[in-house]
């Protein structure tokens, strides 16, 4: 059963660029101009930020393997089964690559209209508060250098998002206010 799973998550992986290919052929027809633009940046954007958290995900999981190992008392042999190992890897570097692309949603919100700028901005204790407790609970057993390896580039990502958000409200305001400019004239 492992075997399998992990062969299908393998041919999934490597089988990405082929089938996200076919799902952009098919949908790209059908969009103008700037919205190819926002899916292609949107994409451009989503994916190394994604890398990039199942990377650091990665990175975080030989620590929590060993403070889970750790447990186990003296003179007991503490036994972690390859199924539950390999769930418990799949779901930590997933769960943290999704955290990652979590801003590029906050921007296609701002781009959409959704939410300013400046409440993204407005809201950034609740980030750091969101960030810090999604890194408390993908780390568990109180690992605190885990956690922060997860949150602090969680927030950092959040306070980028806000920025970008940010310039798209100015320059969102600049186009309305030569319109505006136009209309008078």
């Not at 943290?96 to 801003?103: H, N, S």
């Amino acid at each position: 059963d492992l075997q399998l799973r992990i062969g299908f998550l393998l041919g999934l992986i490597i089988a990405s660029p082929i089938w996200i290919w076919q799902l952009l052929a098919f949908i790209v027809p059908a969009l103008r101009t700037i919205e190819r633009r926002y899916v292609f940046g949107f994409i451009g954007a989503a994916v190394p930020l994604f890398v990039i958290g199942c990377a650091t995900g990665w990175f975080v999981l030989p620590r929590i393997i060993r403070l889970f190992v750790g447990f186990a008392p003296e003179g007991f042999t503490a036994f972690l089964g390859a199924t539950d190992y390999w769930d418990f890897s799949l779901k930590l570097v997933f769960a943290v690559g999704v955290a990652y692309v979590l801003p590029v949603v906050v921007v296609f919100l701002n781009l959409a209209g959704v939410i300013s700028g400046k409440a993204i901005l407005k809201g950034w204790r609740w980030a750091v508060l969101t960030a810090t407790l999604f890194g408390a609970f993908v780390t568990p057993a109180g690992e605190v250098l885990s956690m922060f390896i997860i949150a602090v580039p969680m927030v950092v990502l959040y306070f980028a998002a806000a920025g970008v958000a940010l310039l798209v409200d100015r320059r969102r305001a600049k186009r309305a206010a030569k319109a505006d400019a136009r209309m008078a004239a």
